[in-house]
């Protein structure tokens, strides 16, 4: 079993940064990353979980169209974590932030972004 724990998420104003953090516990690296990408979602209120950006094992991080070039995606093997860099936040990029294992029903419990003036 895995367990996916966000963090990072706050309010900030546009143009700014975050970071959020997926800890993952059950060794998800060594048993999921190589055969499943980890990926970030998003869902705003009243409307559809999306796709934000995804990696996996010697596989170039891919990113939807609305973040790319803001967003960075990232792993640290040794904590089990993945990260998602955001910057020049815009209030658009305001939902609850999820990571996943493609393939899987792993999700975490979500993080809330919130990008306002």
């Known amino acids: 079993q895995v367990q996916l724990v966000e963090s990072g998420g706050g309010l900030v104003q546009p143009g700014g940064s975050l970071r959020l953090s997926c800890a993952a516990s059950?060794?998800?690296?060594?048993?999921?990353?190589?055969?499943?990408?980890i990926s970030w979602h998003r869902q705003a209120p009243g409307q559809q979980r999306e796709w934000v950006a995804k990696?996996?094992?010697?596989?170039?991080?891919r990113y939807a169209v609305a973040v790319q070039g803001r967003f960075t995606w990232s792993a640290d093997g040794a904590d089990n974590t993945v990260y998602l860099q955001m910057e020049n936040l815009k209030p658009e990029d305001t939902a609850t932030y999820y990571c996943?294992?493609?393939?899987?029903?792993?999700w975490g419990q979500g993080t809330q972004v919130t990008v306002s003036s």
């Open positions: 996943h294992v493609e393939g899987t029903n792993f």
């Open positions: 059950g060794s998800i690296f060594s048993n999921y990353f190589a055969k499943h990408d």
């Open positions: 990696s996996g094992a010697g596989i170039p991080p």
